[in-house]
């Protein structure tokens, strides 16, 4: 082809149009591939994943030592006590136990997931390919909702598994004939995939890393702390009680086996809800940011 | 074919880009010149949809970009060096771009090829040099072949090889019928380089013109004349409809007229040269002093140089 158009690197010879290029309308499944194919082309995303299975694990096993140590510890102990003992460090309360810090190692990658695109400037290439914005950024919600939810299964799963030998032998393992059980994991799976949406939502409206991440970190593990030691110290003020069980944290966790011991709680389902509620807030407030202002 | 009309974007109280109109033609390779900070930049992130124009509107082969269906098919732009994540390699980043639109990885690789990026195409984007950022900036630019494509200062921090090869292939694309719309605050890149040229200083079209035309008209040449005197034979040559600078007290620069002239009509008035000296102009000091301009006076000249510019643009058309 013509000469004036060779990479000097290489000597190539083809012009920029060799022959008919075919390129296709933008749909929301290119859009959802294209965001698939980013997300698995980052070793951030390597690094919290696979640090999620290993805090999950991790925890698990953790938990399932201290409570073969406490069965040992129940050995001839009346069976009210061993049952009130169960209760405490049952099968599920021992598979999800990493559960929260899990869910802040996920929130890290929704939120990269924006924020480093805004960082590196990635986020104008991205727009200049997709420039109804929305599609790009509903697709990022899409792939980091299946990832974190088979994540989350995943290492469930891997948890049950490793800690099956410690926990058969005293009967205290996940009994999957029990629907409070099963409906306790899975919403295990609901919590840490809501937490990982909620700092994608956050990294679009705040479009800085650290900045998202802290603020995170602050709404589900500074926040609820400060909040409960003012529930012990203030018991007289009912209205500290109703911002503890409204929290993201607190909500949301009500629906897994490790709900934590307050007095006033949401029920388990409307408690997800309201996170829910959190999430979808955050991501149209996102959404609503990306659609109108400069990139 | 990018047409702008009443494009306007303002950033606070600072106002980038003022009331521009202009439109770039396809078939040819169109010049977008101007200092630092003019508002090139601006613009051209206005026409791909990236910034939202305070008032006027952009569009591109006759629709707003966002209104495209296919846009990377519609327009390739090389905006400021690396918009591009640096964990990512140069090849995942070019296929997650075509993903988007469909497009094979066949042509990923072609793109690659075309701009010599074979050895970094599986390397980070992260340890690029400027050099390899903007080849991977204009690869993918080219990914969907598009009918037009704007390239923001895309020699900047390219080897000399790099730069002929930008050249070569803004021509080319341009001799295909596309539009190429190229930035660059170097005169002597767009005189190289483009057919036609958009002059921007402080968001406002100072020139609009074919590169020859701009040439002869910037390229005037002034005599400069030291006398004690000066003000004397100012007076004198603006009666023959001469231009006068006022360098210092002394030294005046005379445009309109030739050494010649000057010298004989001092002699006639009886006038004590100290200095007569034709200075030729180069292309970048008629642009420097074009764009100075407009840095340094209002209204008044820029209402001038308007003038000038729909001129210029009513003889294109």
């Known amino acids: 082809m013509s000469a004036t158009v060779t990479a000097p690197a290489s000597g190539a010879s083809s012009g920029p149009t060799t022959e008919h290029t075919p390129v296709r309308n933008v749909t929301f499944w290119r859009v959802l591939r294209s965001e698939w194919i980013k997300l698995w082309t980052l070793r951030s995303t390597w690094w919290t994943l696979g640090a999620t299975v290993v805090v999950m694990v991790g925890f698990a096993l953790m938990l399932a030592f201290v409570s073969q140590f406490l069965a040992d510890q129940m050995e001839g102990a009346s069976p009210e006590e061993q049952a009130a003992m169960g209760g405490m460090l049952g099968g599920p ?13 996920v929130a890290v990658l929704g939120a990269l997931m924006i924020t480093g695109e805004y960082s590196t400037g990635m986020i104008r290439s991205t727009f200049a390919a997709v420039p109804a914005r929305l599609p790009a950024f509903f697709g990022k919600a899409v792939v980091l909702i299946l990832v974190t939810a088979v994540l989350t299964a995943v290492s469930l799963a891997l948890s049950w598994l490793v800690t099956y030998p410690l926990l058969n032998p005293n009967d205290a393992t996940v009994d999957f004939g029990d629907s409070d059980q099963v409906r306790a994991l899975f919403g295990t799976v609901l919590y840490v995939t809501l937490v990982a949406l909620f700092a994608l939502g956050l990294g679009a409206l705040l479009r800085h890393t650290a900045g998202a991440i802290f603020t995170v970190v602050a709404i589900f593990l500074v926040v609820p702390v400060i909040v409960q030691v003012a529930t012990l110290a203030a018991t007289q003020l009912e209205w500290i009680g109703t911002v503890n069980k409204l929290l993201p944290s607190v909500a949301g966790a009500q629906i897994t086996p490790n709900a934590g011991a307050f007095p006033d709680v949401l029920d388990p389902w409307v408690g997800i809800g309201v996170l829910a509620g959190y999430t979808a807030l955050v991501l149209v407030g996102a959404a609503t940011r990306l659609k109108l202002q400069d990139a | 074919m990018i047409e702008a009309r009443g494009l306007m974007k303002r950033y606070g109280a600072k106002t980038a880009v003022n009331d521009v109109t202009f439109t770039v033609q396809p078939g040819q390779v169109t010049g977008f010149l101007g200092p630092n900070g003019a508002g090139k930049s601006t613009t051209m992130r206005m026409i791909v949809g990236l ?67 074979q050895s970094v195409a599986s390397k980070r984007v992260g340890g690029f040099s400027l050099g390899m950022g903007q080849r991977l900036g204009i690869a993918a630019a080219l990914l969907g072949d598009p009918r037009t494509l704007i390239l923001d200062e895309p020699v900047n921090g390219l080897d000399p090889e790099g730069v002929l090869w930008v050249r070569n292939i803004a021509k080319y694309l341009a001799s295909e019928g596309r539009t190429v719309f190229l930035s660059s605050h170097l005169m002597s890149e767009v005189a190289l380089t483009a057919d036609h040229v958009i002059v921007i200083g402080r968001g406002r079209i100072l020139a609009d013109a074919p590169v020859a035309e701009f040439v002869d008209g910037a390229a005037r040449k002034t005599v400069r004349v030291r006398s004690p005197q000066a003000t004397e034979l100012a007076d004198l040559l603006k009666a023959k409809n001469a231009e006068i600078d006022d360098v210092e007290p002394g030294l005046i620069e005379v445009r309109g007229t030739d050494a010649v002239t000057v010298g004989e009509l001092a002699a006639a008035s009886r006038i004590v040269l100290h200095e007569l000296t034709p200075v030729a102009s180069t292309l970048e000091e008629a642009y420097m ?23 210029t643009e009513g003889s294109k058309a």
């Open chain 2, 289 to 311: 002093s074009l764009t100075a301009d407009a840095v340094e006076y209002q209204s008044e000249d820029l209402a001038h140089v308007a003038a000038a510019t729909s001129h």
């Open chain 2, 51 to 117: 910034d939202r124009p305070t008032a006027g509107s952009v569009t591109v082969n006759g629709k707003p970009y966002t209104a495209h269906r296919r846009p990377l098919a519609e327009v390739g732009a090389l905006l400021d060096a690396k918009a591009v994540h640096t964990g990512r390699t140069a090849r995942n980043h070019l296929l997650a771009m075509a993903a988007t639109h469909g497009i094979a990885t066949k042509r990923v690789d072609e793109v690659i090829e075309l701009t010599g990026l």
């Open chain 1, 93 to 105: 309360a021992v598979v999800a136990a990493g559960f929260e810090m899990a869910a802040l190692v």
